[in-house]
């Protein structure tokens, strides 16, 4: 048991440590959780700070997610090691361990962002197939709609959706139950993009004509 809870609260810590607001410390002294849509994650930090500052913040993001579910859960043990979960659950733990810790991190107020890179990180390191099919249908609702918060809870619904019928019953599988939690605490986190939908006030991002300038 001591293996899992140190686990847990190591991959926390570790999401708690946020890319927009490290970077926003080291260059410019700016919090962008005071900006924009005053989330700390990458799609803010696009349009705080521009394309090179949100590139770091989504890197830092992804990263950590990714280490949570890579490189601590699987960490050697040196003493009786845990039998309450295998790998796999354990690595999804330490996945939602590290989503929790961005969304709120104990070294920033408990105040985060929206989780969407940490999520993805962790789902690179669980299922890289199912990020794939996830990320599909991110690209097609984006594509579609142009709403980048309306493209990311309908990429974890995805992803919930794929992980539970690639076998039947796996919805109670780590990466089924994981998804299905992720993909809750997504609608959750993007709750005032859902209000501003209904209200006719969210930000549109207009893909096709951005290509057209290009072109």
């Given at each position: ?12 810590l ?8 490290i ?19 990458a ?54 361990a ?27 390191g669980?299922?890289?197939?199912i990020?794939?099919v ?9 594509l ?33 139950l ?15 993009n859902?209000?501003n939908l ?6 549109r ?11």
């Amino acid at each position: 048991m001591t293996e899992i809870i140190l686990k847990i609260l190591i991959s926390y810590l570790l999401g708690s440590l946020m890319g927009a607001l490290i970077l926003g410390k080291l260059f410019g002294g700016v919090d962008i959780r005071n900006v924009g849509s005053k989330s700390a994650g990458a799609t803010n930090a696009l349009r705080a700070r521009g394309k090179a500052f949100a590139a770091g913040v989504f890197i830092i993001d992804i990263l950590k997610g990714l280490l949570a579910v890579l490189l601590i859960a699987t960490l050697p043990w040196f003493g009786e090691a845990q039998t309450t979960f295998s790998t796999a659950g354990l690595q999804a733990i330490c996945g939602l361990a590290a989503f929790f810790g961005h969304l709120y991190p104990a070294f920033f107020g408990f105040k985060g962002g929206k989780g969407v890179a940490t999520l993805l990180g962790v789902m690179l390191g669980l299922s890289p197939l199912i990020l794939m099919v996830a990320f599909a249908g991110w690209v097609v609702i984006l594509l579609l709609t142009g709403y980048v918060g309306l493209a990311s809870v309908g990429s974890g619904i995805v992803a919930a959706l794929t992980a539970g019928l690639w076998v039947p019953g796996d919805f109670l599988s780590p990466l089924g139950l994981f998804t299905l939690t992720s993909a809750v605490l997504l609608i959750f986190t993007h709750r005032s993009n859902i209000r501003n939908l209904l209200n006719g006030t969210e930000y549109r991002f207009d893909v096709w004509r951005k290509f057209k300038n290009k072109s």
